[in-house]
């Protein structure tokens, strides 16, 4: 058990859809990651939050938005689902205090859209 | 786009033989690692290299780092059943991105 949750760990819903995945992370880790992954992408990163701000943004189309609160967990909030959207999506967390850190992975979210 | 990409795409080998995959990336890192990921599981954490770094080990495996060719390898020796998962090479730039190339799927035969 890697201590990151996230919910839910299934999701179907239909195209034109919004949802929302929650992430939290390892008790006193500062850091959150979202990645997606998929069979044709592979794992792409699409965003980092260092203690409620963002730090670094990767692939994150402009439908998908993400936030870090005050009690550090996050959520990835994914709307107008396109049937390409269907993928894993992870949560990650790290302390974020330092760039030679590993990452722990939750998981993950199953969405599929059908 | 991926920073990292993974050699072989797949391999497989008998339990108790070597494993090897490489990992060549683009641009300049600050670490390079490697993770771990059983069949739709969450991705385990196995290995971190600085980039002033050319070798590091932890118990059976073996990870090389070669900054001016810009290339990493995986090694798993005396590999197990248990060892039968996806290997990604995920690099940190400065810009504190961590990229995932495609990925390596091993396949150790009992």
């Known amino acids: 058990d890697s201590g990151v949750t996230q919910t839910p760990k299934h999701l179907i819903t239909a195209t034109g859809q919004r949802v929302t995945l929650r992430c939290s992370p390892r008790?006193?880790?500062?850091?959150v990651y979202w990645y997606q992954q998929s069979l044709d992408q592979g794992l792409q990163f699409l965003i980092q939050?260092?203690?409620?701000?963002?730090?670094a943004k990767g692939n994150i189309l402009e439908r998908f938005s993400a936030q870090q609160f005050p009690d550090l967990h996050s959520e990835l909030n994914l709307s107008s689902l396109e049937l390409g959207d269907s993928a894993l999506y992870f949560c990650?967390?790290?302390?974020?205090?330092?760039?030679?850190?590993?990452?722990?992975f939750g998981s993950g979210t199953q969405l599929s859209v059908l | 786009s991926q920073q990292g990409e993974e050699d072989p795409q797949a391999l497989s080998i008998q339990e108790g033989e070597n494993a090897t995959m490489n990992c060549s990336y683009k641009?300049?890192?600050?670490?390079l690692q490697w993770y771990r990921q059983n069949s739709g599981r969450g991705l385990v954490h196995l290995i971190l290299?600085?980039?002033?770094?050319r070798e590091k080990h932890s118990g059976r495996l073996r990870v090389t780092l070669d900054t001016s060719k810009k290339s990493s390898s995986l090694l798993i020796t005396a590999s197990r059943a248990a060892d039968t998962a996806s290997y990604f090479c995920?690099?940190?730039?400065?810009?504190?991105?961590?990229?995932f190339g495609a990925g390596t799927t091993v396949t150790v035969r009992a």
């Open positions: 990650a967390s790290s302390a974020g205090r330092v760039t030679n850190e590993k990452l722990f």
């Open positions: 008790s006193g880790d500062l850091s």
């Open positions: 641009t300049s890192i600050n670490n």
């Open positions: 939050y260092y203690n409620g701000e963002e730090r």
């Open positions: 995920a690099t940190r730039s400065n810009d504190y991105k961590l990229s």
């Open positions: 290299i600085r980039s002033n770094e």
